[in-house]
Structures are given as structure tokens and as C-alpha cells.
């Protein structure tokens, strides 16, 4: 049986909402539209109550308590807030911040102007398989060190980062350590304690919440970390980030994560199991196909694989019947090579043949293997064509022509 095409792979880029998490929000439009800073009348009380519902939502996901929840419009402006808003309030301790080169574009855009402003940022390399050891974070840090911040889980490959460890590091060198954990919420347990993590950002429409809206866990105990609001007005949020709440979305993201963290053991295995399933279908019928990122340690639902001989944009016209992502998806409208996969080492002509496929609670058996029919098909009939591919079965490395 044919699924309904096109098949959604692309789940790192977005979700859609639970059907759960939709209906909590719907009063919140409707009936209970109060505003939460509206102390004197019980429509702001509802909403209020809702708020703080979420806000324990969430703590309980992260292994936080609730008073250390900031919200925010998403994991862009929580990543703002975190790294601008700690360097300005902790400039006096040195002007210097570490971080990698496979982070997102929401936390490498924020150090590039905090490089404009007179910081200096280190720009961990990684390994071919997207690891960062904890040992290079520790090598990086000096007397000027403000801040670390590692992604605990890469959007375009999966691959993971040793938190746990850092976090031990950043810990006994008195340094603060933000991650991003977009992708990491709802596929890995998230502890911040046990991570040893101060500021962690998420994002709703990452864990089948609703768009625009996501928060920021910001450590109040061991240490008290201070933030430096980037968005001023009446004070809301403890000061750090003020503008009426989304309450609707904030409710939507709290059940999307109590949700997450009942069911993620099951999500975690399922996906996983089906993530196998596309990766040996396709492994299994092509030839030269590679996998980006880290073999083991990364997520269950992602596979990032580059399909040498072929070109993405042509694979990806190609595979119409497929929404899935080449490069990094914010910036698919360039063709510059992923940062991500550049990083790693992998040659333009890979990062240009890669797709990464995301898959999701909705994903079914029957859409992977149609994902896998369709990707077969579709590279062989492109290197069917391809006068490199022709040189390679010669025994001719099309490289050495170059
Ligand atoms: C999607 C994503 C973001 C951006 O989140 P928004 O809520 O869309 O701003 C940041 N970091 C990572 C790792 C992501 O996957």
C-alpha cells in the first residue's frame, strides 16, 4: 500500500502539534484568553495557573524546578538570551567564550557579533564523526573564559556531545555551560544536574508543540546564574524577558513535554528500530553510501547519509516524493555546503550528496520503506547517468581526473 505522499522525513526541522498538546491550548484562545500578568481578576488567575502548570512541566522534564524556567519566542531568541545575556553580565570576568563548529547558525550568529563586540571565541573542531571530546573543551578554557556552550545534540546529524563530562569540567574551572538541547529534548533523558548544565535551551515545535514559542533553564542554586535582559519592558519573567506570555503556546509546550517524557523510552526504541530499518534498506542496495555522523552515540531518529556520484540538489528534485532536508535547513536555499558536515571533514562533493532524514512519532514502516524504494530508485537512475560514476566502476578515482 502506498502512504499518503509526500512522506514527512524532516522532523528535526519541525514538528506537527500533538493532538494532546493542541487540545490544552485551545481554551487558552478561546474562553480563557486572560493575561497571566493580570493580577486582579480571575482570567489572569486561570491563565496564570496554566503558566505555572507548564512551567513545572518543564522543570520536571529537565530535571529543573519551575522558578528556573524562563519563556521565551524559541530556541533562536533562548540562545540569544543566554549567550548575550550572560557575556554582559559577567564581562568582568574576561571576554572569552568557547564553542563549536557544528553548533547551530542561532548560536554561532550570536558569537560572530559577540566577536564584534571585542570577545574572543574558541571554535571547537570535531572529529569526522561530528564527537567532541570533553578534553578539547578543557584544553580551551583560560583565565578569560566566561562561558561554554556545546549543543547536546547535533540537528543535521544526530551526533551527541558528552555533556555530563563538560559539565564536570566547566564545574571544577568555575565557568558557566549553556547547550543547546533543541534536538536532544524528548529523543535522550535531560538532566541538568546530572549534565551539570546552568542554561539550557528548547524549543515547542521541536517536541510536537506549537511554533514560536520555547524556554530557557536558567541554574538559580550552585551556582545563581544572573542573566542581563535583551528584551526590556515590564519586567516580566523576573525581569529577564519581558512582553506578555504566549499562553497558549506555553501551554501547548508543557503538555508536549510531559508528553515527551512519559513517552520517550517507547518513541526512542520505535524510531530507532525504523531509523535501522531506512538505514540497512538503503545501505544494503547501494553501493557507496555514507553515514555522517557518529555510528552509535547519536540520535534514534535521524540518519544523515551522503550518496557519492550523485548531486543533492538533483537527488533531492528527485526524491519529490520525500520532504527531507540537504544541508542545513535553515539555509537550503544556498548551496553552500553544510557547516555541519564540513566540519567533519566531509568533501564538498559528499556534503553535497548528503540528505538527512528525520523521522517522527507519526513515522510508519510503510513510509520507510517506501523512503527506501524511492532513494534506491532514484540514485541509481542518477549515477546511471553520471559520467563519474561510470569512471569510478572503471577503477578510475574520478578525483585524480580533477
Ligand atoms: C531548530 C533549532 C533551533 C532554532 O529553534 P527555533 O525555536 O526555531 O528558533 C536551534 N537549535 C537547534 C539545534 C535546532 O534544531
Known sequence: MTPKLPIYLDYNATTPVDERALEAMMP????????????????????????????????????????????????????????????????????????????????????????????????????????????????????????ISIMAANNETGTLAPMAEIGKIAKKRGVLLHTDATQAAGKIPLDVEAMGVDLLSLSAHKVYGPKGCGCLYVRRRGPRVRLAAQIHGGGHERGMRSGTLNVPGIVGLGAAAEIAKRDMAADVERLGALRDRLDAGIRSQLPDVQQNGHATRRLCNTANLSFAYVEGEALKMKLSSLAVSSGSACRSESREPSHVLKAMGVSDALANAAIRFSLGRPTTAEEIDFAVEATVRAVRELRAISPLYELAREGIDPKRLE
Not at 554561532?108 to 574558541?122: D, N
Open 28 to 147: 487558552f484562545f478561546r474562553e480563557d484568553f486572560g493575561n497571566p500578568a493580570s493580577r486582579s481578576h480571575a482570567f489572569g488567575w486561570k491563565a496564570e495557573a496554566a503558566v505555572e502548570v507548564a512551567r513545572q512541566q518543564l522543570a520536571e522534564l529537565i530535571g529543573a524546578t519551575p522558578q528556573e524556567i524562563i519563556w521565551t519566542s524559541g530556541a533562536t531568541e533562548s540562545n540569544n538570551l543566554a549567550i548575550k545575556g550572560v557575556c554582559e553580565m559577567y564581562r568582568d570576568r574576561g571576554r572569552h567564550l568557547i564553542t563549536c563548529r557544528t553548533e547551530h547558525r542561532a548560536v554561532l550568529e550570536v558569537c560572530a557579533v559577540m566577536e564584534q563586540a571585542g570577545w574572543q571565541v574558541t571554535y571547537l573542531p570535531v572529529d569526522e564523526t561530528g564527537w567532541i571530546e570533553a578534553e578539547q573543551v578543557e584544553a580551551a578554557i583560560t583565565d578569560q573564559t566566561v562561558l
